[in-house]
């Protein structure tokens, strides 16, 4: 009995010292999306942290012009290319690998949604973009691209 007590301690203290590691900076760099579509490159301003689109599969459209947030409802906004348009806002790292209060804008609908985020670990991300509250949503995850 005694021996199973100090195995389960010892893998909650691995457990902990692995969120422990966890520094809020370690969401920055480059990230593929979900399809491997395109590439966002995730910064911090501030103490916030947002990501912009630098890579797109198919960086133009059928008549070779660069691809335009076409979907936007906002009719001013369509013409903005997509290339360099920041699709994630104002992340705030919560201390425990996880990150809330965002926003996350998705360009093939045209919608912006409250955006959570959690490092899984290193090389993948998981985005949960919603409309009220996170169980209604839809969570998206990210790998690091090399």
């Keep these: 009995m005694m021996k199973t007590l100090t195995v389960v301690a010892v893998m ?13 900076d370690d969401i920055l760099g480059t990230w593929w ?22 890579h797109l599969e198919s960086p133009n459209d059928e008549q070779g ?12 906004l369509r013409n903005r290319p997509l290339m360099g348009l920041v ?5 705030e790292y919560d201390g425990d690998g996880e990150y809330e209060d965002g926003e996350i804008y998705d360009p093939k609908s045209g919608k912006t ?3 959570n985020a959690e490092l899984v670990n290193r090389n993948k991300l998981d985005l949960r973009g919603y409309v009220g509250i ?8 990210w790998t690091r691209a090399q």
């Design 12 to 24: 909650l203290l691995a457990g902990l010292s692995a969120h422990a590691q966890t520094k809020a």
């Design 33 to 54: 999306n979900a399809e491997k579509t395109s590439k966002i490159e995730v910064y911090k301003n501030g103490d916030k942290y947002f990501g912009k689109i630098i």
């Design 65 to 76: 012009k660069p691809r335009v947030d076409k979907d936007n409802p906002d009719t001013k």
């Design 87 to 91: 699709i994630l806002k104002g992340l």
């Design 113 to 115: 949604y409250s955006a």
């Design 134 to 141: 996170s169980l209604i949503g839809r969570t998206s995850s």
